[in-house]
C-alpha cells in the first residue's frame, strides 16, 4: 500500500513537521470506504504531540459539536459554555492559540459524519492555523458532501491541503494478496482479484480471506468490479442465519457502533437468539465489540452497504422503531436524528422532540444543528405546527444566515391565526430583522411597524426593540433622518416603563442620542455620555449591552471618536471591546475592531490602526454583516499607507456590497477615500464628482456632523481648483455655522483653511492659515495637520517664498513618514523638491507597504497559497511582491524564515 499511499501520508508528514515548526495547518484525506484512510490516521503516533481524536457517526451527526467535542477533549477546551456559535468558535480559538504544552494534532475520523456545527468550529480554526503549532488530519468520504466542500474551500483559500486516496494498482494488489494468503497467487488470479476489487484494500483483505479457505472466485470474473465487490461481501455472511442478516441490518440503522440489545429489539428477537445471533455476527467478523458493552462494524463498508441496500420502505420502518425505542430509553438526541431519518411526518412525538433537541442546540450556541431541527420538526408538523415552534425555526434560520427562509417562515407565524399576540409580534419584529438582512427594506419595515403595533400594549419590550431596530437600520439608510424612529421608540419606552428593563431603555436612549448627535445636536452627545456612565462600573451590564452593536457602551465610543475626545473615546473602546470579548460578542467585537481602527488613524497611529483592522478580519466571517465595515475602515488605511491597488479593490467590494443594502454610512467612505485620491492626483473633475455625492447624500440624510466623514476641506480645495468658488463657499459657511454647536475642532480647521483658500488677500489667506495651524495644536490629529501644512506650503511656494516654507513641509514630511503614512510623506517630498529643499528621499531598496506585509508573512512560513488568502490578494499578486523583496533586501524565502521576521 506505501506507493498508493505516498502522497498522503508524506503530505500528513510534513504538516505535522511545520506544526512542530509553528506553521500549523490541515490535511484532509478523502476517498470511498475500505481505500485505507483510518490506516493512515491510526499511524499518526503521539510523539512530541498532544493528540486529540474524534470519529463521526451517521446518527451523532446531529449532536451539537459532538466531533469537535471529542477532539478538543483531551486538551481541556472542549466544554466551554457559551450561547453563540461565534463565541464559542472565538473561545476554542483563544484556548488553543494560548496553548503552551506540546504541538497539537487533532485527528478526526470519518469527518463526512460530522455534525454541522463541528464544521463550522473546524473551518474557523483551520483558518487561523497558520502562525500556530497545531495540525488538523481529517479524513472522509465524498458523501454527505459537506466536509468535502469545506474541505476543498480551505484548500482553494490557502489554509490547507486535500489528498485523494486513488485504487491500489495491480502490483501493489498482488503484493497485498501475497502477504494476506502468505503465498505468491498466480499472475491471472491477481489480476482477476484486483479488477473485482477495483483496488480497494478492505475488499482485497476479504477476497485473500476466501482465497485462503479455498473459494473458487473464477465465477465473478466477468461481473463489474462494483457487483463483485458487494458479492464478495456477501460471502463474508455466507451460512449467516435470516435472524443475523435481520439484526445486521438494524445495527446498521443504529449506525457503526451500537447497542446490540437495542439491534436484537428493533429485529424483533428475544434476548436468548439475540445473544447467539450477535455472537455468530462476531464470529463471522462482521462485528467485533466496542467498549461501553457496544459492538461495531469491523469496517464502515459494511455498515454503508447494508444501510444502502435495504428497501426504502424497510429502512424508513427500521428508522420509525429506532425513534420509538431511543425515547424510551430517554435518548432524545439520537431519536431525534431517526425522527428525521425515518421521515415521521405528522407524528406529535417526533416533532417534539425535535423541537426540543433543536432549543437545546439553539441555547448551546450550536446554530446549524438547531436549524437542522428546528426546521424538520415545523416540516413534520406541516398544517399543525405550533407558531412557537415557527417562531423558534425563523430565529435558527437566521443564525446560520438563511435569512430568506427566515423572512418566508416568520412572515407566515406573524399572521398565524392560533399566534398569541407576544408570538405574533416577536415573530413579526425578527422577519424585520430578517428583511433587512436581504435587502428587501420596505418589506421590513412593515414587518417591524407591524411588531410595534401587535405589542405596543400587550408586550412593550418587543414593541420598542421592533422600534429601536426600525431606527438603527433607518440610521444605516438615512442618517439622523432615522430620529424620528429612535424617538418613538424612547418614548414608548418612557411610557411603558414598567414592562421595559432598565438595559432597554438604556440602549434606547444611547440609541436617540447618537442618531440626533450625527444630526449635529450636542444635547445627543449628553444623552450618550449619561447611558454610559450608567453601566461603566457594572460588569453584568456590560455583558447585557454588548450583544447588540448599537449598546450604550459602543454609542459612546463612536460618539467621542467624532467630538474629538480622543482619551475618552480610548477607553470607551478599551472598556467595551473587553465586554465584548468576554461575553463572546463577535458581531460586536468585530465593528468595534473596525471602528477602534479608524479612531488610531485620525491620531496617526496607523500601525495599531492596521493591528485593529487584522483583529476584525481575524472574526469577521462569524460576523458576516460585519466584512463590509471591516473593509471601508482597511479603504482609508491602505490610502494612507500607499498600498492604491488594494485600496480600490477594497473600495470595490464595499461599494458592491454597501449599494445592495442602500448602507449609506459605508458608502460615504469609499466616496470620501477615492475623492481624496482623485484630488491629489490631479483628476478634479472626479474628485468633485465624489464629493458632490458626498455633500448631497449627507444632506439628504441629515449627517450634519462634519467629523464623521471628514471630506468638507478636501472638497473645498477641489471646488477652487477647478473654479466652483460658489461651492467652496456653501461649505465653508456651513462648517463655520456647525463649528458654533459642537466640541470638534477639525470643522473650525477646515473652514479657515477653506477661507485661506477663497481670500483674494494674501494677508488674509496666510492669517487663516495660521489659524488653522493655531486650531492644529489643540486637537491631536496629526495626518490633518500634514494636509493643512502641505496646502500652507504649497501657497508660500506659488507666492515665493519656498524659504518659509520648506520647514513646513520637512515637518510634514517627517511626521507622515515616522508614522508609516507613505501616501502623505510622498507628496510632501514632491512639494519639497518643488520648493526646491534638500528631499528626504526614500531609500529605493526600501520595502513597499504591500512588500512589508507580504514579506511579514512569508517569513512566519506561510504559503503563496495562504498569503494570498491573508492579505485577499491574488497568488500572482504575491509572487511579484516576493520577487521585489528578494531583489530588494538579496535574500531568498530560506533567510526570511530563517530570521523569523521581515526586514
Known sequence: MVRERKVAADAIHERLAEAQAGRGGAVFVHGDAGMGKSWLLGGIADAGFHVGRAHGSPIASGIPFEVMTQALAALGVGDQPTDTLAGRCHRMWQALESWSGD????????????????????????????????????????????????????????????????????????????????????ARTARTVWAMCAGNPLLLDHAARLLADGADLGSLETRSPDLAGRELLVRRFVGATTEAMRCARAGSVLG???????????????????????????????????????????????????????????????????????????????????????????????????????????????????????????????????????????????????????????????????????????????????????????????????????????????????????????????????????????????????????????????????????????????????????????????????????????????????????????????????AAERAGAIGTLSMLYASRAEFMVRVGRLREAFASVEQARAVKDLAPISERYVAAAQTWLLLLSGDLEECERRCAQVERSASNLSDVGTLIVVWYVRGRRALHEGDLATACAQFDLLDETTQRVGIFEPCLVPFARDAAVAYTRIGRRESAERLVARLEAVSESLPCVWPRIAAATGRALLADDPAVTEAEFATALALHDTTDQPFEKVETQLLYGAWLRRTGRPARARPMLADAAATAAQAGARWLAARAHEELRRADGRRRTTDPQALTPAETRTATLAAQGLTNAEIAERLSITVRTVETHLSRVYTKLRMSRRDLIRRGVAP
Not at 130 to 153: E, H, I, K, Q, Y
Not at 163 to 183: D, K, M, Q, W
Not at 369 to 397: I, K, S
Open 103 to 186: 504541538p497539537v494534532v487533532l485527528v478526526v475520523d470519518d469527518l463526512h459524519w460530522a455534525d454541522a456545527d463541528s464544521l463550522t468550529l473546524l473551518a474557523f480554526l483551520c483558518r487561523r492555523l497558520a502562525a500556530s503549532r497545531v495540525a488538523v488530519v481529517a479524513a472522509l468520504r465524498a458523501w454527505p458532501p459537506a466536509a468535502l466542500d469545506l474541505a476543498r474551500d480551505l484548500e482553494e483559500s490557502g489554509c490547507a491541503r486535500t489528498v485523494e486516496l486513488e485504487p491500489l494498482g495491480e502490483r501493489s494488489s498482488a503484493a497485498f494478496l501475497a502477504l494476506r494468503t502468505g503465498h505468491e497467487l498466480p
Open 256 to 578: 457503526l457502533s451500537f447497542d446490540p440489545g437495542a439491534a436484537m429489539e428493533l429485529a424483533g428477537l428475544d434476548t436468548e437468539a439475540g445473544d447467539d445471533t450477535v455472537a455468530g455476527l462476531q464470529r463471522e467478523r462482521l462485528l467485533r465489540e466496542a467498549p461501553g458493552g457496544r459492538v461495531e462494524f469491523v469496517h464502515p463498508l459494511f455498515q454503508q452497504i447494508l444501510y444502502e441496500e435495504m428497501p426504502t420502505s424497510t429502512r424508513l420502518r427500521l428508522h420509525a422503531l429506532a425513534f420509538a425505542l431511543l425515547m424510551r430509553r430517554g435518548s432524545r438526541a439520537e431519536a431525534a436524528e431517526h425522527a428525521l431519518r425515518g421521515n415521521l411526518a405528522g407524528d406529535r412525538h417526533a416533532v417534539a422532540a425535535l423541537e426540543r433537541v433543536g432549543r437545546d442546540a439553539l441555547a448551546a450556541g450550536a446554530t446549524e444543528t438547531a436549524a437542522r431541527y428546528l426546521a424538520g420538526a415545523h416540516r413534520l408538523a406541516g398544517d399543525h405546527a405550533d407558531p412557537e415552534l415557527g417562531l423558534a425555526a425563523g430565529q435558527a434560520l437566521m443564525a446560520v444566515g438563511r435569512a430568506a427562509e427566515a423572512v418566508a417562515l416568520l412572515g407566515a407565524v406573524s399572521r398565524h391565526p392560533a399566534a398569541d399576540v407576544e408570538t405574533a409580534a416577536q415573530a413579526a419584529w425578527m422577519a424585520g430583522r430578517a428583511g433587512f438582512l436581504t435587502g428587501d427594506h420596505r418589506q421590513a419595515e412593515r414587518d417591524l411597524d407591524r411588531a410595534a403595533e401587535l405589542a405596543a400594549e400587550r408586550a412593550p419590550s418587543i414593541a420598542v426593540e421592533a422600534l429601536l431596530d426600525h431606527a438603527n437600520f433607518q440610521h444605516l439608510i438615512h442618517g439622523s433622518r432615522a430620529l424620528p424612529f429612535a424617538a418613538r421608540a424612547r418614548d414608548h419606552a418612557r411610557e411603558h416603563a414598567a414592562g421595559v428593563g432598565a438595559a432597554l431603555r438604556r440602549k434606547v436612549a444611547s440609541a436617540h442620542g447618537y442618531i440626533a448627535y450625527l444630526g449635529a445636536d450636542l444635547a445627543g452627545l449628553d444623552e450618550v455620555v449619561r447611558a454610559a456612565r450608567e453601566i461603566e462600573d457594572d460588569p453584568e451590564a456590560q455583558l447585557t449591552d454588548v450583544q447588540g452593536t448599537w449598546g450604550a457602551l459602543s454609542n459612546h465610543a463612536f460618539a467621542a471618536k467624532w467630538a474629538e475626545r480622543f482619551d475618552e473615546c480610548e477607553q470607551a473602546f478599551t472598556r467595551v471591546i473587553a
